[in-house]
């Protein structure tokens, strides 16, 4: 069975690289296409500006920029409040918000109960 070429809205991912941002910008999900209407913040442009420049690996905490396609097939460090993830950007994730493909909340996972935390734990020593 032959691969499924990918369409964001019925467009190919060629004709989407081909077309304006304005056109782009008409194809986007209300929320992101009002944000993206509103204009870009510094650190937004910023960070448009240093994908179209370099061929590196980049990092960002602006975990509120909207995926475009010039960066499809980049990989770009997300930072989510205590590390730096790793994110390779594909074609499915136009729209989106980077901060999506970063979580902030981990599971928690618990252990025993501390010291002093039932009747039975305060006679145990401390040592």
Same mark, same amino acid.
């Given at each position: 069975?032959?691969?499924?070429?990918?369409?964001y809205r019925?467009?190919? +991912?060629?004709?989407? @690289?081909r077309m304006?941002? =304005?056109?782009? +910008?008409?194809?986007?999900?209300?929320?992101?296409?009002r944000?993206?209407?509103?204009?870009? &913040?510094?650190?937004?442009?910023?960070?448009? $500006?240093?994908?179209?420049?370099?061929k590196?690996? +980049?990092?960002?905490q602006?975990r509120d920029?909207?995926v475009v396609?010039?960066?499809?097939?980049r990989?770009?460090?997300?930072y989510d409040?205590? &590390?730096?993830?790793?994110?390779?950007? $594909?074609? =499915?994730?136009? %729209?989106?918000?980077l901060?999506?493909f970063a +979580?902030?909340? @981990?599971? $928690?996972k618990?252990?025993?109960? %501390?010291i %002093?935390a &039932?009747?039975?734990s305060?006679?145990v020593s $401390?040592?």
């Amino acid at each position: 069975m032959a691969k499924k070429e990918f369409t964001y809205r019925g467009k190919s +991912l060629d004709e989407i @690289r081909r077309m304006s941002s =304005e056109d782009f +910008l008409r194809m986007l999900p209300a929320r992101a296409r009002r944000s993206m209407k509103r204009g870009l &913040t510094h650190q937004k442009q910023k960070l448009l $500006v240093h994908i179209k420049k370099s061929k590196r690996k +980049l990092r960002t905490q602006c975990r509120d920029m909207i995926v475009v396609p010039e960066m499809i097939d980049r990989d770009i460090e997300i930072y989510d409040g205590k &590390t730096w993830q790793n994110i390779h950007i $594909v074609p =499915e994730m136009l %729209g989106h918000y980077l901060g999506e493909f970063a +979580l902030t909340r @981990r599971s $928690v996972k618990h252990n025993a109960p %501390g010291i %002093g935390a &039932t009747r039975s734990s305060a006679s145990v020593s $401390v040592k």
